[in-house]
């Protein structure tokens, strides 16, 4: 490939993109990726922001004539690579590259349901119905149904469930809106493109389920690009394992009703043991509590209340079964629940068995009004380097961070890739002169009672600096509700909060208002791009180690250290580096951009705390202060 035509100074992007200039490291990894599809091998590559990556990529994929899969992280960033990105690319390559959008079923209006919910509307609360009138005005129109394209009803509607299919309750072939079906035709129009753009979800998915009612979910391809893919073993873990909820037995209980309802009606007693079923099911989710938290397993097999809770479970789901069983052969959709039913019995019970495998993980979540138990490996290595070995191709894994200290051990381990080619561009941005990093003197450890008021203290003099234009990014809620807890008239500038609206929407308001505050915990430590001056100031309370009360982590470290492995610095510190790195790439998203970014943590620097340097050596070449003049300085300027 002559990439110098494209990417090179002169090149075709420099003279139809207005603003776009050469950069060595863009071209250089265009160069590199370009080799790796060519040759069939794995690279695994980091690119700095600012680097271009996804132009690094897109290009050398669609010149080669070869069929790939792009993966990213998020549905939100896979909107934005298919409808913006890949087709400007096309538009300068002028060539038909045949390009598709494939996500996850529930992403799409299931025609089968709509009908049923609009046929059934006992027990829908005002703002359902309301719903349901608007996605069946828009099924009439809409040609994807994606239910993206229906803005108005926020992603986490109560009504999504009741029009989306999920692998447990599609009918498949037998579905009367089969030859209708959204999903089916995102499937077809994926085997028939050139480029086909999905989620780290689906890609896990499609390996860990190889049959789901329509066959493999993915095509066959050449070539396979994990954009961030920092993200993919965290993902990869949870698809790799087993998982059941209170949501997906709440659901079959009421599909039941809703289908004994339409087609029945000579079996009451049907309904007496959905009943019973959704009660136990509720009783349970009420003995753990009201507040949202992980646990390890151990803590439900120490509480004889809930032990007993989940033998009710089972065993209500069993009489369902059998009553379910005696309407067999009537419907296909009392047939599907049926099934269902079984695969959640088998699955709860695989979960619950007192004697689990070696590398398997239990443990549990609850959710406002749900929970969650789950079944994680331990290790998904050796299964994640069977699948790659599975899907022969060239795999391309890149994201800005994904080295630790110069290195990407971290990242080769947990996938076992460790016989890729490796390269690392750092960003083509100029840190010394646009950003400053500031950390401050004289805070008391972070386990200190009065840490989080010290940090509270230090950020209201900052921001009234940077007048507001500022993250404020939390490594957990208590921090973020106590600095939540300071008086608005500390601070003159508009204060934003995580949770009290979506995330798009704070985001936006954050950006129309020019001098807000935004406080966030992990959901705005990576994925977030605010351009320009509204956001001028990055601070971060502490290092990101994830928290130690996290079952998974835990087990984890338990089986490193059983090993003789030393699970702080070969996987807490290096999982912390990169989140770091996340968070701190923030700041700086354009060329133009200038900022202070401030990490409260004594640690960093701390002579007893020798990893410290891991997380220096892992940033970018920032200015750095300890100075808070310094700081007073740079935004006088």
Known sequence: MDLEQYLGPEGLLAKQIDGFSYREQQFEMASVVADTINSGQTLICEAGTGTGKTFAYLLPVMLSGKKAIISTGTKNLQDQLYHRDLPKVRELLSTPVKAALLKGRSNYLCLNRMDHALTDLRGHSKENAEHLATIRDWSSVTRSGDIAELGVISEDAMVWPLVTSSAENCLGQDCPSYRDCHLVEARRQAQEADVVVINHHLLCADFALKDDGFGEILPETDCFIIDEAHQLPEVASNFFGTTISGRQLLELSRDVDAEYHREFGDLPKLLTATANFSKSVKDLRLLFGMDPRKGRWQEIEQDVRIVRVIDEVENRLNE??????????????????????????????????????????????????????????????????????????????????????????????????????????????????????????????????????????????????????????????????????????????????????????????????????????????????????????????????????????????????????????????????????????????????????????????????????????????????????????????
């Open 320 to 637: 369902l079964i059998e009553m379910l069983k005696t309407l067999q052969g009537r419907t296909r959709d009392m047939d599907n629940c049926m099934e269902r039913a079984s695969t959640l019995l088998s699955q709860l019970q695989h979960i619950t068995d007192p004697k689990p495998e070696d590398n398997d993980i239990r443990w549990f979540e609850t959710h406002r009004q749900s929970f969650r138990f789950n079944l994680t490996p331990l290790e998904i290595s050796d299964v994640f380097a069977a699948q790659m070995q599975s899907h022969p191709a060239s795999w391309v894994f890149t994201s800005a961070t994904l080295s630790v200290n110069g290195k990407f051990t971290h990242f080769q381990q947990q996938l076992g890739v460790d016989d890729a080619a490796t390269h690392q561009w750092d960003s083509p941005f100029d840190y010394q002169s646009q950003a400053l990093w500031f950390v401050p003197r004289g805070l008391p450890e972070p386990n200190h009672q009065d840490y989080n008021r010290e940090v509270a203290m230090l950020s209201i003099d900052i921001v009234e600096h940077s007048q507001g234009r500022a993250f404020l990014l939390y490594t957990s809620y208590k921090a973020l509700y106590e600095a939540a807890d300071i008086p608005e008239e500390e601070l003159d500038y508009p204060i934003l909060i995580q949770g009290t609206k979506s995330k798009n929407e704070l985001l936006e308001q954050f950006r129309k208002l020019g001098n807000a505050v935004l406080l966030g915990t992990a959901s705005f430590w990576e994925g977030v791009d605010v351009r320009g001056e509204a956001l001028s100031c990055v601070i971060i309370d502490k290092l990101p180690f994830a928290s130690p009360g996290d079952p998974v982590l835990q087990a984890r470290i338990d089986a490193m250290r059983s090993n003789g492995s030393n699970p702080f610095m070969e996987f807490q510190v290096p999982q912390a580096a990169i989140a770091l790195k996340q968070g701190a790439g923030r700041l700086i998203r354009d060329n133009t951009d200038r900022g202070v970014l401030v990490i409260c943590d004594p640690r960093l620097l701390s002579r007893s705390k020798p990893y410290g340097k891991i997380f220096l050596n892992s940033m970018p070449d920032f200015a750095r202060t300890r100075d808070l003049e310094d700081i007073h300085r740079f935004f006088e300027q």
